[in-house]
């Protein structure tokens, strides 16, 4: 059986480039970029399913007016397995990023390159995440238009907003449509790895994006003593949190790369616009990436004790506003899960498996967060959100065996 089914994934190439190129036409870029959403690629991804034998097919679509159609999609696929043999979802997003300066391709972004040397397809979303779209869609394929059965239900999960925090994907579908999910289900994420297809992401680090307003006076910038500085104040802010929250948290987990909690500052707004005004508001951004033995509350009490100090010191008041805060349980390295995509991966690439956190995130947080064991894997170039995105042909079809194995395996 798994013979028969590696074949006919080898010769399904010419379909997955004809469900790449597709895909990649149609541009699903979130309302948060200036974009229209996802509701365009689901439409046409559902009518190729169909016609292509995938059938059973549910849309749950998450409330958004800015969107086109007011909505942001969700498609889920099931192809049925033996029963009472559990569930293998394999969940992908139909989102991808804008594609930046234009000028940087080698081509128009939206139309797919074909090169042979390596063989690989280039454009806007081909590897982030059509890769593991369409590997999944090869993998489902292999056992419907052969009439296998596979030992495990597979559940194909198309998601929406992945790029800009899942509030209208995964977690819209887990506070809205709970009852999609069970707790024995294996979830596969084919959205992060590497060339080696050795690393299977287990853990996240908890994360904070957070965003700090800093308010004072504005006056000339001759006369200090008649205002206060907002921007200084956010200077030694930014600083101090760098340095002390690092100092503070400062634990090491060899699960991860780097091993150590991260607090960096990032984004700086504009302020005034001339040099000699000293701006009465300042606004700038920070990305916080913690190992998990820290629970947010505790890095947000800190956050607040030096915020308060900082505000005091400079006569200014300071606020601040939570773009993404996501803490993340971890996935045994035991768990079934984990053991049936090692078994898998090593027969189809050769390679041993090796269990890793990664600074985050990925839609697994929202899962594992509710008992739901998680893996993040695929054999990437990581090209994802660069000028001439592109997907390796070969780790494509592989990808794919590596799920329809994965269906197949007991553990």
């Known amino acids: 059986m798994k013979d028969k089914i590696f074949s006919w994934i080898e010769d399904a190439l010419p379909l997955a480039i004809e469900l790449e190129t597709g895909l990649t036409k149609i541009p699903a870029i979130s309302p948060n970029s200036g974009g229209e959403g996802e509701l365009d690629k689901c439409l046409f991804l559902e009518a190729w399913l169909k016609q292509h034998g995938i059938t059973q097919l549910e849309r749950y679509d998450a409330p958004d007016s800015r969107a086109k159609g007011g909505v942001r999609p969700n498609l889920v696929a099931t192809i049925d397995g033996e029963d009472g043999a559990g569930r293998f979802w394999i969940m992908s997003h139909i989102d991808v990023v804008p594609p930046g300066e234009e000028k940087l391709w080698d081509g128009d972004p939206w139309t797919v390159i074909q090169e042979d040397d390596p063989p690989r397809l280039i454009g806007r979303g081909v590897e982030d995440n059509q890769q593991g779209l369409v590997s999944s869609v090869l993998a489902a394929l292999a056992f419907v238009q052969q009439g296998i059965k596979p030992r495990r239900t597979i559940k194909l999960l198309f998601a929406a907003d992945e790029e800009t925090g899942s509030f209208f994907g995964i977690d819209w579908l887990i506070k809205n449509h709970g009852e999609l999910f069970r707790k024995d289900d294996m979830v596969l994420i084919p959205d992060g790895g590497d060339s080696t297809g050795e690393p299977v992401e287990i853990a996240e680090k908890n994360l904070i994006w957070i965003c700090f307003t800093t308010h004072g006076v504005q006056t000339h910038g001759s006369r200090p003593d008649m205002g206060a500085n907002a921007h200084l104040a956010a200077a030694d802010l930014a600083v101090r949190l760098h340095n002390e929250l690092s100092a503070k948290f400062n634990g090491k987990d060899p699960l991860f790369e780097p091993d150590y909690s991260t607090f960096e500052p990032t984004k700086k707004e504009a302020n005034v616009p001339n040099i000699n005004t ?24 800190e ?8 505000a005091g010191k400079y006569g200014v008041s300071i606020e601040y506003s939570l773009a993404q805060c996501m803490e993340s349980k971890p996935t045994s390295p035991g768990a079934p899960v984990v053991k049936c995509l090692g078994s898998a991966i090593r027969e189809v690439y050769g390679v041993e498996p090796k269990p890793v956190g990664i600074g985050g995130g990925t839609i697994g947080a929202y899962l594992r967060n509710i008992g739901i064991d998680s893996v ?31 269906a197949l395996l007991t553990i």
């Open 303 to 310: 956050i607040d004790k030096i915020k308060d100090e900082i």
């Open 278 to 301: 000293i701006p009465g508001e300042d606004v700038f951004c920070m990305d916080m990436r913690i190992l998990p033995c820290y629970p947010v509350k505790t890095v947000l009490a």
């Open 376 to 406: 993040v894997w695929a054999r990437l170039t990581n090209s994802a959100h660069q000028p001439n995105e592109y997907v390796l042909l070969e780790s494509l079809l592989g990808d794919a065996k590596v799920m329809a194995l994965a």
